[in-house]
Structures are given as structure tokens and as C-alpha cells.
């Protein structure tokens, strides 16, 4: 897929894998990758964007007495969501603009 | 390789980035790891799948948005909670300072290169015995040190002009709050 369009859809499918739970890095490769190719270190910067951009709040838990860092979607980061489905719609449109 | 071995390459590897927050990509990378290997994942199968330090690292500076935003951040928030005055005396003692830097490395620089130039002549013009020769020879090649060693001093000053400028801006602070206690 065109990178630029991939990397933009990214940003949003971390934020769909946390909007119901909160997560943390191992599981949200975990969650995305059944959809689409993410790695590790494409992760890291979008998850860094995303918290800089106050779209997710992250917490420190322990786990198997060692720390694990979890990230929270938060009112913005749902808005963000729900404005990207009325951007889909947009795209469904141009897409079969180009499609036909 | 094992976690240990990847995490202390990471972190050697990150040095050289100054404007990477080593300390938190490291921990990402920990935290990472350490859960593929609770879900049972082979230690040394997973670290291979991470790919190698150059591409996780060019993958962090390659994300240029994500650059920018940290260092915009920096400055935010270090240029927010400053004031005005101190904003300006610092902007000027840093150009002030940038100057004078650049003036002396600049003429490291012309005094090395003249160095080369004026040895270079004496050896074209004057009739010169071997040892002459050779002692020029050796002039040049410390002129050329010298004219070198200035680039370099040059070329790091622009690396670290950001770094430069923070660091003037948060003594003319320390300054300003110290008399404002006095």
C-alpha cells in the first residue's frame, strides 16, 4: 500500500485497537497486524505522535513485577475516530470516482 | 542475540542521537521484548523480527513529524514559561555568541587553508633542497590539519546551534530569577 496513505490510517487503527480497552505495545502490534503489516519500530512514533497530540493518555501498571505502559484513548482521540468515518465516506466517494 | 545484548546495542547506538529520547525507546523496546517472550516467543526469533539498531533508529528519525514535534515541544516549553525580556537578552547574547564562535572558527579555518597556500608557494617559487622540501611538505600537511580541524569545528557548530540557544535562554533565566530572590 502507498505509504502515505498507509501511515495516516495507521495513526487511526492504534487508536481504534484502544478504543475499548486500554493497551500496551506488544498487544496492540498484536491487534493490528491480523489487518495490516505494522513493526515495532513503525509503532513506536505513532504511539509517541499520538500522545503528543493528546489523542491518548498513557498510566504505568505492574505486571509480573516488572512495569508495563498502557495507553488510554481519551474524549479527543474518540473524536478523532468518529470524524475519520465521515472522512471514509469522502474517500468511498473519490474512490469510486477513480475506480470508474 | 539476546534482550540484553539488542538493549545495550540500542542504547550505545542511540548516543548519537541527541534529540531522540533514548531512555523511552529503550524502555519500549524492554517492555516489548519482554512480553513476546511471556507469550512464549523465542527470545532470539523475536529480536531478529525487530529488524536491525539502523532501521528501528531510522525509522524514529525518518518519522520527520514526529521530530519536529519533539522539538517544538522542547522549545515550547521551555520558551513559554520564560519572559519576554529574558527571551530577547538571550536571543541576543546567542546570535552575539553564534558570531563570535563562527568568527573564530572561520578564521581557524583561513589560517589553516593559508598556511597550505603559503607553504604551496614557497615550495613552487623557491629552489628548495630535499630537506626544505620536505619540511614544507610537513608545514602543509599541519596547515591542512589546522584548516581541517576548523571545518569540523564549523560543522558542529551548526548541529548544535539548537542546543546552543536552549542553553543560553535557560542561564539568562537562572540569572534573571536569582536577582529577582535577591
Known sequence: MDIQLKKGLLDLMVLASIKYEDSYGYKIIQDISTIMDISESTLYPILKRLEKQKLVKTYNTTYNSRIRKYYQINQDGLEKLKQSIDDFDEIKRMYTFIKR | ?182
Open chain 2, 1 to 182: 542475540m539476546n534482550k540484553r545484548m539488542f538493549i545495550s546495542k540500542l542504547k550505545k547506538e542511540l548516543k548519537n542521537y541527541k534529540k531522540i529520547d533514548s531512555e523511552e525507546i529503550i524502555y519500549y523496546y524492554d517492555e516489548m521484548i519482554q512480553d513476546a517472550l511471556d507469550e512464549g516467543q523465542n527470545e532470539n526469533d523475536f529480536i531478529k523480527s525487530l529488524g536491525s539498531i539502523d532501521s528501528i533508529i531510522g525509522n524514529i528519525i525518518k518519522d520527520g513529524d514526529f521530530i519536529k514535534e519533539v522539538k517544538s515541544a522542547n522549545n515550547n516549553s521551555l520558551i513559554n514559561i520564560v519572559s519576554t525580556t529574558v527571551r530577547v537578552i538571550s536571543l541576543l547574547c546567542y546570535y552575539f555568541a553564534l558570531f563570535i564562535i563562527g568568527i573564530i572558527y572561520i578564521s581557524i579555518v583561513i589560517a589553516g587553508f593559508s598556511v597550505v597556500a603559503q607553504a604551496g608557494i614557497y615550495l613552487a617559487v623557491d629552489n628548495l633542497d630535499t630537506m626544505g622540501q620536505i619540511a614544507l611538505g610537513a608545514v602543509m600537511l599541519v596547515g591542512l590539519g589546522i584548516g581541517l580541524i576548523g571545518l569540523a569545528l564549523i560543522k558542529h557548530l551548526l548541529n548544535n546551534t539548537q542546543s546552543i540557544r536552549l542553553y543560553i535562554i535557560r542561564k539568562t533565566k537562572q540569572l534573571f530569577s536569582k536577582q529577582r530572590s535577591q
